[in-house]
């Protein structure tokens, strides 16, 4: 499966964007998603995951009720929506993604990666 993660772009803190990440080569409907992100000189961390079947959703706490995560199996894409932005958010995001089902959000469990796309909120 390929990823490709857009999206990404300078925002002013308190704006929104929305992530997108287009799978191609296989359907998303078996696979767990992810999102992850990574600041400079920081860990990859993970920001939100969805699983397969049920759509079990976790977020960050850094993230929680700001971040949205759904999943669009007619386009085979997963989205991030993201409201209020805060600098501390300025970071690299990338989908990944992993075979069966899954409700970890830990970025050493997802398999294949998307590019990233980079979010910057500043004023």
């Known amino acids: 499966v390929q990823l490709q993660a857009s999206g990404g772009g300078l925002v002013q803190p308190g704006g929104s964007l929305r992530l997108s990440c287009a799978a191609s080569?296989?359907?998303?409907?078996?696979?767990?998603i992810g999102w992850f992100r990574q600041a400079p000189g920081k860990e990859r961390e993970g920001v939100s995951c969805?699983?397969?079947?049920?759509?079990?959703?976790h977020y960050d706490d850094s993230v929680r009720g700001r971040f949205t995560i759904s999943r669009d199996k007619t386009k085979n894409t997963v989205y991030l929506q993201m409201n209020n932005l805060k600098p501390e958010d300025t970071a690299v995001y990338y989908c990944a993604t992993r075979y069966n089902y899954f409700r970890g959000c830990g970025f050493y469990d997802y398999d294949w990666w998307g590019q990233g796309t980079q979010v910057t909120v500043s004023s």
């Open positions: 080569g296989s359907t998303l409907d078996y696979y767990a």
């Open positions: 969805i699983s397969s079947s049920d759509g079990y959703t």
